[in-house]
């Protein structure tokens, strides 16, 4: 596999990233939008999600009863 390879097979598109997340892909849409998720833009205008960053989304929601309330607030809004 080349570097270049490589590199695209650590973005997810928004079914993938969804899917490995455990939500829908309205959510994710919905997360990017607001800044709670990171996302790429493709030229065409696709979204692409890193793993990485889907993984600091979810250790980010894993905080304490206190803040993780207020994060989820946040989500729903």
Do not use: C, H, I
Request: charged residues 25%; positive net charge.
């Amino acid at each position: 596999m080349t570097v270049v390879e490589q590199e695209r097979s650590r973005f997810l598109n928004v079914g993938e990233a969804a899917a490995y997340l455990g939500v829908s892909a309205a959510s994710l849409r919905k997360w990017s939008n607001q800044g709670f998720v990171s996302v790429y833009r493709t030229p065409g205008g696709q979204r692409r999600f890193a793993r990485r960053d889907l993984d600091d989304f979810m250790r980010a929601m894993r905080q304490p009863a206190a803040a993780g309330a207020r994060t989820v607030q946040a989500l729903r809004a």
